[in-house]
């Protein structure tokens, strides 16, 4: 062989190994994320997400890759993004905002893996057989939203308790609000306030709810739970404040964006322990033996440079009890 020769079928050979050496290895499972709202208020919850999963070995972009579907509140393209998911063939997909993402989910495969987080029972919503052995392809994380809707209301008694009607601000396209709202009639009832209810599917009718109970002069307000007002908190804080009413909310992020009063489990928390189980499954495991997790520590903060502006003095029992005081 003459030496041109010889060096071209070296360099073709140095070309070419590169892009064998590639193919054969495997492809980078892909996880489907599913959310309800807007990417950017729920940076930091996605930042647990991918704390959970680098606790079982998986980061972004080195091991595993995520396709990030939001629906930016518009709850009735969940369906659809879910089905995109399931179309793009995903080894996992991830719901996150309650049960409204997990059933979408559920409803578009009954083969691919997913791990939801919910408000309430999943057992209820039809999402698993049991919290034990949810059997099927999916498990997940339970917030215990709904179970502590009158568990706030008792908390908004203890700080204002000579207010006779509570407003609730709820979005009717959330389903899970609803069940909340009926937990908290009940309790209203138990310790003899009436409920008022105001609606708001937009940012529009925020503003407008707002307005409605500044008319109607309620004592106290309870925001029921809602990735959209999640992503809207720092405008319904800035609202209760120029009402003068105090306000209690179920997640942390309300309390430090300004609201009065939050009580709750962590989301941060929620998201970690989702990333832990995609992780888990990525590894082989089977959705339907993983138990359903149910997030026993509870969060109490209290924003008292709200407290103050509203010429409240809470209670020092429940001051004693806080997990966090905001100053």
Known sequence: M????FLALLSGAAITCPFAARAQQPAMPVIGFLGTASPGPFAHLVAGFRKGLQETGFA??????????????????????????????????????????????KAATATIPIVFNSGGDPVKAGLVASLARPDGNATGVNVLTTELAEKRLGLLHDIVPSVSTV??????NFAPALASVRESQAGARAIGKEIAIFEARSE?????AFAKISQARPGALLVAAD?????????????????????????????????????????TEAYRQQGIYAGRILKGEKPGDLPIIQLAKFELVINLKTAKALGLAIPSGILAIADEVIE
């Open 204 to 208: 529009t009718e925020i503003e407008t």
């Open 60 to 105: 972004e972009g080195h091991n595993v890759a995520i396709e990030y579907r939001w629906a930016e509140s518009q709850y009735e393209r969940v369906p659809a993004l879910a089905a995109d998911l399931v179309r793009r063939q995903v080894a996992v997909i991830v719901t996150v905002g309650g049960e409204t993402s997990a059933a979408a989910a």
């Open 227 to 267: 990735p959209f007002f999640n992503s809207r908190r720092d405008r319904i804080t800035a609202l209760a404040a120029r009402l003068a009413i105090p306000t209690i909310y179920e997640q942390r992020e309300f309390a430090v964006a300004g609201g009065l009063i939050s009580y709750g489990t962590s989301l």
């Open 167 to 172: 407003a609730v601000l709820l979005n009717p």
């Open 2 to 5: 003459q030496r041109r020769e």
